[in-house]
């Protein structure tokens, strides 16, 4: 597609139940990034995938996230258990390659979660 | 400490006028790399603007330049001849440690919102 899609693109669960949220992104990038946005704050990292390889995790706020990129396009960021502060939007983005300086990281339209 | 900051909330504009959003940022690394995004209301985050740490000269793309000063760690967006459309969330990021093999992700600042009045 033209740009990184990201599905659903609003999520309500009750408390304690598992979601999963899928990304999509441009076709032939190599980096895909997970971000989680608060109300009213900037996005904050949560992990990065080059190809398949999951390289930095280090912004998953507990083992309650779980993110994968098995075929090294489409990617899936489940949360188990979900507790209200996970409410959020979490933001998608890829580039071509993450070790180039100036590659900018294009975003998704992001999925509004909303935790009951 | 805040790696990124943007000490202004939120800002007001006059239509067809220029307007400075600042951006403060803190990192040891020698090279790394500055971006400004553009978050409308509905939520996508659009890329305006990149500055590389060894770029001698200030960005511009189209109405957006950038006023890099690496001694005062700070890189300000500027924006010329304000539309109505600019009306948004601007969020400073920053991609540190260019030459490690893995991560490169950004970090954000807490963002300004503009509007810009007819």
Redesign the interface.
Known sequence: GAGVSQSPRYKVAKRGQDVALRCDPISGHV?L?W?QQALG?????LT?F?NEAQ??KS?LPSDRFFAERPEGSVSTLKIQRTQQEDSA?Y?C?SSLW??T??Q???????T?LSIL | AQKITQTQPGMFVQEKEAVTLDCTYDTSDQSYGLFWYKQPSSGEMIFLIYQGSYDEQNATEGRYSLNFQKARKSANLVISASQLGDSAMYFCAMREGLVKAAGNKLTFGGGTRVLVKP
Request: cysteine-free; aromatic content about 18%; hydrophobic content about 30%.
């Open positions: 980096s990034f971000y704050q900037g996005p904050e990292f990065y080059q390289l930095d912004g939007v933001l983005a993450a070790g300086s100036n900018p990281q294009h975003f998704g339209d992001g509004r």
